[in-house]
Every structure is written in C-alpha cells, then in structure tokens.
C-alpha cells in the first residue's frame, strides 16, 4: 500500500529556512497533485502550496512570496514533493502534512488521495 512519507520539519528561528521533503513509497506510476497543508495549534488544517505533475503552482497568499512547491522526480514519475520555507515566522509553527490527489500505482492501483503522517515545524526563538 502506498504511503506518504514526510522528512524535515524541526525547530528553527525566526527568519530562518527549512525544507520539507514527502515521498510517496509504493511503485508510483503517477500522480495529479501533490500539496502541502498545515494545522496551527487551535486552528483547522489549511492549505499551502499544492503543485500538478505538469509543474502548475497554488499558494496561499501569506505565503506565495516566502515558500516554493516542488515535484521530486522519482525514475520520472514525480512521486515526491518538497517545500522550500523562508523567512519563517512565529505564525508557521504547525504540523505540516503531505498531501496526494490521484495516485496509480504500476499495478494499476488508483487511490483518491493521501495524508502524510505530519511534521512539526516550530518558529522560535
């Protein structure tokens, strides 16, 4: 079964940069869209950024200017996502999650979409 799997959140300061990777695990033939959301402590989930398998952006616009999506190309079927996160502020820190829409398998297996497990990005001093 596939799974998203994310890597890099962590604690950094403010003004500061991280990078979030998510790979999808199975034997990938495509997916649609890949996106990034986010869930500040108290708050409901919202979206980031999402990117196409045609390279096509959306953010937020609190965020358009300081994050840039990207597809990762695994043996060409851009089954991972990275997120590059400048100029970090207090307002970021959330649990960040990996999002997949339309994913098919090698073996033809379709499943509508995927959550990751979540990562936690803390802005601080």
């Known amino acids: 079964q596939v799974q998203l799997v994310e890597s890099g959140g962590g604690l950094v300061q403010p003004g500061g940069s991280l990078r979030l990777s998510c790979k999808a695990n199975g034997s990938i033939y495509s997916i649609h869209d890949m996106s990034w959301y986010r869930q500040p402590p108290g708050k409901e989930r919202e979206l980031v950024a999402s990117i196409t398998s045609g390279g096509v952006t959306d953010y937020a616009d609190s965020m358009k200017d300081r994050f840039t999506i990207s597809r990762e190309n695994a043996k060409n079927t851009k089954a991972g996502v990275s997120l590059q996160m400048n100029s970090l502020k207090p307002e970021d820190t959330a649990v960040y999650y990996c999002?997949?829409?339309?994913?098919?398998?090698?073996?033809?297996?379709?499943?509508?979409?995927?959550w990751g497990q979540g990562t936690q990005v803390t802005v601080a001093s």
């Open positions: 999002h997949a829409r339309s994913v098919v398998t090698t073996t033809m297996e379709y499943t509508y979409e995927l």
